[in-house]
């Protein structure tokens, strides 16, 4: 069955950095474009980044473009975020997330909390 789990996650200041980690299993992780999603309190679900099969395209949302960047090993069947110059309204749960054959499957989620 499809597994998604994150890692990573925690608390830090404004300004620094974190990486998250989603190990994939139960599927053939390198046919499929993979996504993180994010998700603050009050707030519905939004897309982070998404990268295509290959690596060779990734999207992302406005209000993290030139701080974030997604990436994948598809020899290790892990994708990836790195967060730079955090800021406090990034603060959320951050899920991966692939879709397969018109289902979403979905990670457990890893918080992510930017306070000083």
């Known amino acids: ?3 998604l789990v994150e890692s990573g996650g925690g608390l830090v200041q404004p300004g620094g950095s974190l990486r998250l980690s989603c190990a994939a299993s139960g599927f053939s992780f390198s046919s ?3 996504s993180w999603y994010r998700q603050a309190p ?3 679900r939004e897309l982070v ?3 295509t099969n290959s690596g060779g395209s990734t999207n992302y949302a406005d209000s ?3 701080r974030f960047t997604i990436s994948r090993d598809n020899s290790k069947n892990t994708v990836s975020l790195q ?3 955090l800021k406090s309204e990034d603060t959320a749960v951050y899920y991966c997330k692939v879709r397969r054959y018109g289902h979403d499957y979905w990670g457990q989620g890893t918080q992510v909390t930017v306070s000083s």
Do not use: F, R
């Open 49 to 51: 980044a998404s990268i």
């Open 32 to 34: 499929y474009g993979m």
């Open 64 to 66: 993290v473009k030139g």
């Open 83 to 85: 967060m730079n110059g």
């Open 1 to 3: 069955q499809v597994q």
């Open 42 to 44: 009050g707030k519905e």
